[in-house]
């Protein structure tokens, strides 16, 4: 059997690092790099610091407006599967790598396989949630990472033979890379463990001028009280720098990390604010409080059982709801005391279930 497997960003390229090495070692297996990300930061570190193999292809599309970038995936992504005429394609997540890699597949008549499959936040404005609907409605196996995506993918009428409920590789990821911990970006860095927030923002809803100033406004007047971390996604930081966004001193910006780092810095912090869908599987994982800056999530249940915390992108909002953890240390050892049901193994099991199809 003959895998293609499509991934183009930095969360693809972790949550698929448990599973390329278990692929490559069962089947023919190719691996295609779309170029949506390309910045060494964005990029290359996580091949390195994951020890994974080269790709067989990059694409090189690079950035562009959605249809630019997911059109110029399309025709280069054809290219590779009529060359390599694969029995399935696998794509991860909801980004225009993964929906290119989808719909190409499917227009070949190439049997695609979707992990993270029926991941919901039902906010059809965010191109994520266009992306993971078309992707799970072309894809013949749909690999759940829990429950409610079980549930949500039958809601909308998929064969249940084709939904596996297999759990989040980024267990896996995550759990690999602090085997790897060898850091102490804490003294270089100036920081003392857990009393730090670390603050990540980079949905295209968050980054446009006037959400990203009353983010970043809530944001300043919190780092009177405590100092913020801020590793900065290249899109965040280009439109901070182009509109001259005031960012406090205290406020320690820093260019995007590796995985390790970001892991070490998510660890050793108080509690992290995001919009990341990864950081707040990640914060779950860790046991780190989590506040989201959106006002919906496609990890919904982490909400419904107190893990992780909804706070939206409104002033007051961020400020009081970062007071009141502040101001209450119960509550953050509440939600730190919570266990969620991440457990490892969900790469294995992907792979287990994709030798059943051959
Ligand atoms: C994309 C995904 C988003 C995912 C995120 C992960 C889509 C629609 N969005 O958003 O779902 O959460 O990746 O990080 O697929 N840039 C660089 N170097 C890079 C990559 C990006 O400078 O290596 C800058 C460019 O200015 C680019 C901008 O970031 O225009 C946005 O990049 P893009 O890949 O279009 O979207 P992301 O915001 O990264
Ligand atoms: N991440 C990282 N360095 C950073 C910020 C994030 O390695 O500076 C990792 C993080 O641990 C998670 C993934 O990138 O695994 C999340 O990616 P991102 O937030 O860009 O996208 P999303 O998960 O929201 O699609």
């Given at each position: 059997m003959k895998i293609v497997t499509i991934l183009g960003t930095r969360p693809e390229i972790i949550k698929l690092s448990p599973i390329i090495p278990l692929i490559d070692k069962e089947f023919d297996h190719i691996l295609i790099h779309t170029g949506q990300h390309y910045s060494y930061n964005m990029d290359k570190i996580f091949f390195e610091e994951l020890g994974l193999r080269n790709c067989d292809?990059?694409?090189?599309?690079?950035?562009?407006?959605h249809s630019m970038q997911t059109g110029k995936m399309m025709i280069e992504i054809e290219n590779v599967l009529l060359n390599e005429n694969p029995d399935w394609v696998i794509v991860q997540g909801d980004t225009n790598s993964t929906l290119a890699g989808a719909i190409t597949a499917s227009k070949l008549n190439i049997k695609i396989a979707h992990v993270e499959?029926?991941?919901?936040?039902?906010?059809?404005?965010?191109?994520e949630e266009i992306n993971r609907i078309l992707v799970d409605h072309c894809s013949d196996i749909l690999f759940a990472p829990d429950e409610n995506a079980v549930k949500n993918l039958a809601a909308e009428?998929?064969?249940?033979?084709?939904i596996h409920l297999v759990g989040n590789t980024s267990v896996d990821a995550c759990l690999r890379i602090m085997d790897l911990f060898n850091l102490n970006r804490l003294t270089e860095l100036n920081l003392e463990k857990e009393n730090y927030i670390l603050l990540t923002i980079h949905r295209q809803e968050n980054t446009e001028y006037n959400k990203l100033k009353e983010i970043i406004k809530a944001v300043n007047q919190i780092s009177n009280r405590i100092k913020v971390v801020f590793p900065l996604h290249l899109r965040t930081k280009k439109i901070i720098e182009d509109n001259n966004i005031e960012i406090s001193e205290n406020i320690l910006q820093i260019d995007p990390v590796g995985y390790k780092e970001f892991i070490w810095l998510l660890k050793n912090s108080k509690f992290v604010m995001t919009d990341s869908g990864g950081i707040q599987e990640e914060s779950a994982i860790l046991n780190v409080p989590c506040l989201i800056?959106?006002?919906?999530?496609?990890?919904?249940y982490l909400v419904n059982m107190g893990k992780t915390q909804l706070v939206g992108t409104n002033y007051k909002n961020i400020i009081s709801s970062v007071s009141d953890l502040l101001n209450n240390n119960w509550k953050l050892e509440k939600m730190k005391n919570i266990k969620a049901p991440l457990k490892k193994n969900a790469s294995k099991k992907i792979v287990n279930i994709l030798m059943q199809y051959q």
């Open positions: 292809y990059s694409l090189n599309v690079g950035s562009g407006t499959a029926g991941c919901r936040s039902f906010d059809k404005k965010m191109p009428g998929i064969q249940k033979e084709a800056l959106r006002d919906n999530t496609e990890w919904e």
